[in-house]
């Protein structure tokens, strides 16, 4: 096979291909069995037909989209690779030449990967804060522990319901003194303050005691996402039937004992000092990295195919609709609530997809202007590490990835990583 390339615009390339006579043949005879197995002529039993007699009847144009269909897809990639073409999107195919007994000949113009024209990225200045645990956020972490663990005791009939206060409630709502679908509960557990029901709800039974009935007149959010509800007034009548108050334990070593495997107050605050500055470490550590790779993005000249903010984008959006998922609510069902087209949404997500690709390219372009590779035994390391997080052996990993497609864009992200580091070790720091 023969082709050229030619670059039409700063994004976009037109392979041509010239497909060899016996080659097309080849796949003029593949199609040729698959579609006479499917028609009929007179005097021949079904699939028996001559190739020659099936053309004199339907014409020769009859196998050309078959053979188009097998031979086409390998002429394209086997001129992507002879060319070093990086597709981003998939190709518009155009026939140059469509003939018995001469080569086939077409054009395929597809979207490239962009050319990244790099700008200083060596010597990038940084300030590096310095990292400072206060005792005012070891104490707030002990609180935090205390809460956690907080007792729950049931108050006497006599006490008052407060704000943070758990409480057993009946409940049943009225719209125009009729019940409405979705508004009565029994033996509901309801912790006040939480915002688990409409605005005024949980505030109204502040003050409330055991067996006690309330009648609560409130009004329904506008953006309520039923509809016959939305911006309507009710009537809520509720009883609470129990009130739970949280029971704290005071902070000292039996404390420590109940709730970490230190045996004393002194050591639990020391781990939780230590897990603070490690935290505030790695934080450190991805401001930095952030920043570095913003001020190389900053210098660069590059326009991004829309494919490539597209193809993003609707990942990030599939990501999303898992996190919903997570929570228990389908994409369409929140599309729904939130009154939104899957447009609509997408949209939402270019801006960062745009920028979330052009750190991919320019970390990318770093990684090829420093020759940063990665060898055979960093991926059987990375693999076997990711094998143990994901607890399988790492040939069953290996496999996966390679199965999948995605051995290579693991690679890139190590590319990545070493671009990044790159960065850092030949950055300027400024120590705060």
């Known amino acids: 096979m023969k082709s050229t390339v030619e670059k039409i615009d700063q994004n976009k390339v037109v392979l041509e291909v010239e497909v060899p006579v016996d080659k097309f043949e080849v796949a003029l005879n593949k199609a040729y069995k698959k579609v006479v197995a499917k028609v ?8 028996k037909a001559p190739r020659k007699i099936l053309e004199q009847f339907y014409g020769p144009e009859v196998l050309f989209e078959d053979a188009l269909e097998i031979i086409v897809p390998e002429a394209y990639f086997n001129a992507v690779e002879e060319h070093n073409v990086e597709p981003v999107d ?29 700008g200083e990225y060596k010597g990038l200045e940084y300030k590096a804060e ?47 003194d009729v019940p409405f679908e979705g508004g009565k509960g029994a ?59 949280k029971e704290y334990a005071p902070i000292d070593d039996e404390f420590a004992k109940d709730v970490s495997d230190f045996d004393t107050l002194a050591e639990l605050t020391e781990d ?7 935290q505030a470490e790695q934080a450190k550590d991805r401001e930095i990295r952030n920043s570095l790779i ?17 193809e993003r984008a609707e990942q990030m959006m599939q990501d999303y609709g898992r996190r919903l998922e997570y929570q228990g609510i389908s994409l369409d069902n929140f599309l729904e609530m939130t009154k939104q087209s899957k447009e609509s949404l997408m ?12 750190r991919d390219l ?22 076997a590490e990711l094998a143990e997080n994901y607890r399988q052996p790492a040939d069953v990993l290996r496999k996966l990835l390679v199965d999948n497609g995605q051995l290579s864009s693991l690679k890139d992200g190590m590319k990545a990583d070493k671009a990044i580091q790159f960065l850092i070790d030949n950055a300027s720091v400024q120590e705060g």
Not at 153 to 174: H, K, P, R, W, Y
Not at 200 to 213: D, I, N, P, R, T
Not at 347 to 358: H, R
């Open 130 to 176: 310095p990292v400072e645990i206060t005792e005012e956020a070891v104490q707030q972490q002990l609180e935090n522990l205390q809460k956690r663990h907080a007792r729950m005791a049931e108050l006497s009939a006599d006490s008052e319901a407060q704000m943070g206060d758990t409480v057993m409630i009946d409940f049943e709502g009225f719209k125009d």
């Open 294 to 310: 913003d001020k190389a993005v900053e210098q660069v000249e590059i326009s991004i195919p829309e494919a490539m903010i597209n």
């Open 347 to 358: 949209a939402n997500f270019l801006p960062e997809a745009e920028n979330s690709v052009k």
């Open 40 to 47: 009929s002529i007179p005097g021949f039993r079904k699939g």
């Open 187 to 245: 033996d509901y557990q309801l912790e006040l303050g939480s915002n688990t029901f409409i605005p005024g709800f949980e505030e109204a039974l502040v003050g409330v005691k055991v067996g006690e009935e309330r009648t609560l007149d409130l009004t329904f959010p506008e953006e309520y996402h039923v509809a016959e509800l939305a911006g309507q007034p009710v009537k809520f009548v509720t009883v609470i039937k129990e009130i739970k108050r």
């Open 90 to 118: 998939q190709p518009n195919f155009d026939m140059v030449q469509l003939e018995l007994g001469k080569p086939l000949i077409f054009k395929a113009t597809v979207a490239v990967k962009p050319e990244v024209v790099l």
């Open 362 to 383: 320019v970390l990318q372009a770093i990684a090829k202007a420093e020759n940063l590779d990665v060898t055979d035994e960093e991926i059987d390391k990375e693999i």
């Open 272 to 278: 939780i000092r230590k897990n603070l500055q490690t």
